[in-house]
């Protein structure tokens, strides 16, 4: 689990700063049930398209495509 002091308004005073995308991903990160999906996606190293595919859907994740690299 995640050593912030919930309880304590000073250690989320960044969550006023960040966009939509870094708040969803500030909850996210919490949520047990997703950690958990991660870890068993990620844990052979490189899970297959259908299980990412899954993983994806059921968490609602958007990946943009990563730049081609200049030859």
Do not use: V
């Not at 500030?26 to 052979?44: C, I, K, P, T």
């Not at 299980?51 to 495509?65: H, M, S, T, V, Y």
Request: hydrophobic share 35%; glycine share 6%.
């Amino acid at each position: 689990m995640l050593s912030i002091d919930w309880r304590s308004p000073a250690a989320y005073a960044y969550t006023k700063t960040i966009s939509a995308a870094g708040f969803a991903w500030e909850y996210l990160r919490r949520n047990d049930d997703y950690r958990e999906d991660f870890q068993s996606a990620s844990a052979d190293g490189s899970p297959g398209a259908e299980r990412l595919e899954r993983f994806i859907r059921r968490w609602g994740l958007r990946f943009p495509k990563r730049p081609r690299r200049a030859a």
